[in-house]
């Protein structure tokens, strides 16, 4: 059964642009988890998808965005972009209430 | 509010020699617990994870992770470490309420391996 995947894998943006990022989740899976990393603060949710829905979400500001397709793909977005936002987005995928399955990250950095 | 702490920024073992990576949590309810590796420029993958029953739990690789709930900690052990296994490690916890599906990491522990 294949992976997680995430697109692109590198990202390069200026300040002020946007960004959409791509999830695949595994086959089966209906729930889809956004994280940031970034050395300073680690690992944050940022919020989860389950069948097209969001039912969780993390402290993040609303430049922050998300959806969910009926084939359970996820995009993230990320409006008007700042320095800070320079990070590895890491999306993951689980079935039901189940672990959670990381795929390789998309590497976003901003300039 | 759940919370992970990794007392640990980095270990250096020596390969052949045991490691205890440590972790403790914090969390009102029974805590679903994880550990994830994680290596330079990739994704995280789990080592093992705990739900209920048995406190000491297997995972991949020779992994193993025993529960103490009186201490709050759930601590990754392995008796010989090799070359391989140097990476990021992190404990997580879930929450039990509103499901696996939110995951509160900790900060990460860097295992470094010298031979």
């Known amino acids: 059964k294949a992976g997680v995947t995430q697109t692109p894998r590198y990202l390069i943006k200026t300040r002020g642009q946007q960004v959409t990022l791509s999830c695949s989740p595994i086959?089966?899976?209906?729930?889809v988890s956004w994280y940031q990393q970034t050395p300073g603060q680690g690992l944050q949710f940022l919020f989860e998808?389950?069948?097209?829905?969001?039912?969780n979400k993390g402290n993040f500001p609303g430049r922050f965005s998300g959806r969910q397709f009926s084939n359970s793909r996820s995009e993230m977005n990320v409006s008007t972009l700042e320095l800070g936002d320079s990070a590895l987005y890491l999306c993951?995928?689980?079935?039901?209430?189940?672990?959670?399955?990381f795929g390789p990250g998309t590497r976003l950095t901003v300039t | 509010a759940q919370s992970v702490t990794q007392p640990d920024i980095h270990i250096t073992v020596s390969e052949g020699a045991s490691l205890e990576l440590r972790c403790n949590y914090s969390?009102?309810?029974?805590?679903?617990l994880f550990w994830y590796v994680q290596s330079p420029g990739q994704g995280l993958q789990l080592l093992l994870k705990y739900f209920s029953g048995d406190t000491l739990v297997q995972g991949i690789k020779g992994f193993e992770a025993e529960f103490k709930r009186s201490q709050s900690s759930f601590n990754l052990r392995k008796p010989s470490v090799h070359w391989s296994d140097a990476a990021e490690y992190f404990c997580a916890v879930g929450a039990s309420i509103s499901g696996y599906s939110t995951l509160t990491f900790g900060k990460g522990t860097m295992l470094l391996v010298s031979p």
């Open positions: 998808y389950f069948s097209e829905t969001q039912r």
């Open positions: 969390y009102g309810a029974t805590p679903y």
């Open positions: 993951a995928s689980s079935f039901g209430r189940d672990e959670q399955y």
């Open positions: 086959s089966g899976h209906r729930s």
